[in-house]
């Protein structure tokens, strides 16, 4: 049998209120004047904005379950839309929320919600694609059976998978993957349809497979080579959080959907369930397949700025996110002579977290493609989340104007108490 075309894939939708009508001349199918939201058009625009709440009708997924006992976030609103912010083009919240492509956003306060919003279609109870924030949750995962004994960051990669003895990742450790250090041959490049990223995801099953594509995120990996020495200069490429996730299966013995669910969902009091899409081999995408709610995301950010603590139980070891917070001078080093460090600069990379500096201490992110944003600043107790649908991938104005804005709210109601 041969492999079904970008047409004929079985996993398409129209856009809503329109009707099938058949194919235009270069083969897109097509509903109406517009075109249906497919495995091969999912991330353009305008499809993204649907496709990142519908993850499910567009590629299989697993269900990690939520608790009937969620975590009580209780209410405590703020007006923020007189917060100044240091964005020239947009110097209100409104604006900034308005040019930003905001499809959902909620700001937490000691625990508390201050602020929740949330536009266009998206509601309450539907879940939005948060991407490589997906990757921070793989790493609590990681945290928790470390604890367990099961896990060993600086064992060799080999260890739990032996296979990668064979590919690009022989004799690279767990904490390589864990910190993006590898030295294997892979290019991050959301813009060219060539770089080894987007062939990873024609093997995953998040486009349309062209000839030659492993079938696979695991076969993917095995078909990796290096081109330097591990442990060097920090690159950040997604395949690393897929080998995590294959060590964290094999090492626990679970599929990572249920281990999310085990460890970090229905623990922290997540009060929906989430998903996860997975590749044709049933594989789920560990770095980045993840579609949660707004307010189970603000769970997870809560659950990072108390240190893994949830009413008083250890939900993840606090020492995996104080050490990511406060990390050896080699890991600073790797982030300053990386990519990244003028667009974050005194940045750093460690345990799938990003960090920058604060005013008084480090400001944890966990970060998506298309502005997906939890953030995490423990000097003024401000958690924030922002779910969004950028047309670019990558915006390094749009990017650092949300922090800025999330630290100035955190200045705001730091010296502004709630009457």
Avoid at 10 to 15: L, R, T
Avoid at 296 to 318: K, N
Avoid at 393 to 418: M, N, Y
Wanted: charged share 20%; proline share 7%; net charge negative.
């Amino acid at each position: 049998m041969s492999e079904p075309t970008a047409t004929e894939h079985p996993y398409y939708h129209p856009q809503p209120g329109t009707a099938w009508e058949g194919v235009d001349a270069a083969g897109s199918l097509v509903v109406g004047s517009a075109p249906l939201v497919t495995l091969a058009n999912w991330q353009e625009v305008p499809h993204h904005v649907w496709s990142f709440q519908h993850m499910r009708e567009l590629m299989p997924s697993q269900v990690i379950e939520g608790t009937d006992e969620p975590r009580e976030l209780l209410e405590a609103q703020r007006d923020l839309d007189g917060v100044t912010l240091s964005t020239p083009w947009a110097p209100t919240l409104p604006e900034l929320l308005g040019r930003t492509d905001t499809d959902a956003f909620l700001v937490l306060h000691g625990g508390r919600i201050i602020d929740e919003r949330y536009f266009g279609d998206m509601t309450r109870r539907r879940r939005h694609l948060v991407m490589s924030v997906t990757k921070s949750v793989v790493s609590c995962v990681a945290g928790a059976i470390t604890a367990r004994g099961l896990l060993d960051p600086e064992a060799p990669l080999e260890t739990y998978v032996p296979e990668l003895a064979s590919c690009g990742y022989a004799g690279a450790r767990v904490r390589t993957v864990l910190d993006m250090r590898s030295g294997v041959a892979f290019r991050e490049g959301y813009l060219d349809p060539d770089s080894e990223v987007r062939v990873m995801e024609r093997s995953m099953g998040w486009a349309p497979r062209n000839h030659g594509d492993p079938l696979g995120m695991y076969p993917y990996i095995l078909s990796t080579v290096s081109d330097r020495p591990h442990d060097g200069v920090f690159d950040y490429r997604s395949i690393e959080t897929d080998v995590l996730g294959w060590i964290v299966e094999r090492a626990a013995g679970e599929r990572m959907s249920d281990l999310i669910g085990e460890h970090v969902w229905r623990p922290m009091g997540a009060f929906h369930d989430a998903e996860i899409t997975a590749d044709p081999l049933g594989v789920a995408i560990h770095d980045g397949g993840l579609s949660a709610t707004l307010r189970d995301l603000g769970r997870f950010g809560q659950l990072l700025a108390e240190y893994g603590t949830v009413d008083g139980r250890q939900v993840i070891p606090a020492s995996w996110i104080t050490t990511a917070a406060e990390p050896p001078a080699d890991v600073r080093d790797a982030f300053a002579r990386s990519v990244n460090e003028p667009y974050l600069p005194g940045g750093w990379y460690r345990n799938q977290f990003w960090f920058v500096p604060g005013d008084n201490g480090p400001i944890l992110l966990c970060l998506g493609i298309h502005g997906q944003m939890v953030f995490v600043e423990w000097s003024t107790g401000l958690v924030g989340v922002k779910l969004s649908s950028w047309p670019l991938p990558q915006d390094s104005e749009k990017l650092i104007a949300t922090i800025e804005a999330f630290r100035a709210i955190g200045r705001f109601v730091h010296v502004a108490p709630a009457a």
